[in-house]
């Protein structure tokens, strides 16, 4: 089992509306996660990151962690064709440090 | 700031060659990782550094990859001689004490 599972997509929403990314991990002690966003020949690019229970707003994207079910997700509103991208999701307990295999997100005009 | 930079941006080499990746973090992030990225594997964490120190290089696939840093503002990842299954990005990524990483531009290594 990785400890980052996540749905590879490719998952498509029309412009404007609400795309939804999650991540399940397997790692209980860890304390942080990131979202990461990579165009296609680029490098990853730091979106957000959140380290308590609930959610983290900043502008279109939303962040939710909920340690009990070992669950994060990652909200974007408005999306814009601009969005479309990989999405990984990654965390970190300690030492140790895991990336997710990311999600495809396709944003259609 | 200039953000983490990375050389080369490309290498192409026969098998059998040592490559060399080369990069600075940015100033004053004192953690350091070397990736790899293939269609097939996804992003691989080969190496850790913390204030300069090898943490964590469980991910180093074998003994022709080593890596080194002698300074806060530089590493290297050799990898010597080289293999046709090296081929990959290498991405280079430093992080403050807070665990978020910036990542370069990335150095794409065909070995044929």
């Known amino acids: 089992q990785k400890e980052v599972e996540q749905n590879s997509g490719p998952l498509s929403v029309p412009e404007g509306a609400i795309a939804s990314l999650n991540c399940t991990y397997s790692d209980r002690g860890s304390q942080s996660f990131f979202w990461y966003r990579q165009y296609s020949g680029k490098s990853p690019e730091l979106i957000m990151f959140?380290?308590?229970?609930g959610d983290k707003e900043d502008g279109r994207f939303t962040a939710q962690l909920n340690k009990a079910s070992q669950y994060v997700s990652l909200l974007i509103r408005d999306s814009q064709p601009s969005d479309s991208a990989t999405y990984l999701c990654a965390g970190n307990n300690f030492n140790k440090f895991y990336f997710g295999s990311g999600t495809k997100l396709n944003v259609k005009p | 700031d200039a953000g983490v930079i990375q050389s080369p941006r490309h290498e192409v080499t026969e098998m059998g060659q040592e490559v060399t990746l080369r990069c600075k973090p940015i100033?004053?992030?004192?953690?350091l990782f070397w990736y790899r990225q293939t269609m097939m594997r996804g992003l691989e964490l080969l190496i850790y550094?913390?204030?300069?120190?090898?943490?964590?290089d469980s991910g180093m696939p074998e003994d022709r990859f080593s890596a080194k840093m002698p300074n806060a503002s530089f590493s290297t990842l050799k990898i010597q001689p080289s293999e046709p299954r090296d081929s990959a990005v290498y991405f280079c990524?430093?992080?403050?004490?807070?665990?978020?990483?910036?990542f370069g531009p990335g150095t794409r290594l065909t070995v044929t």
């Open positions: 990524a430093s992080s403050p004490l807070r665990g978020e990483q910036y």
């Open positions: 550094f913390n204030n300069n120190v090898p943490i964590d």
């Open positions: 100033s004053g992030h004192n953690s």
């Open positions: 959140i380290y308590s229970n």
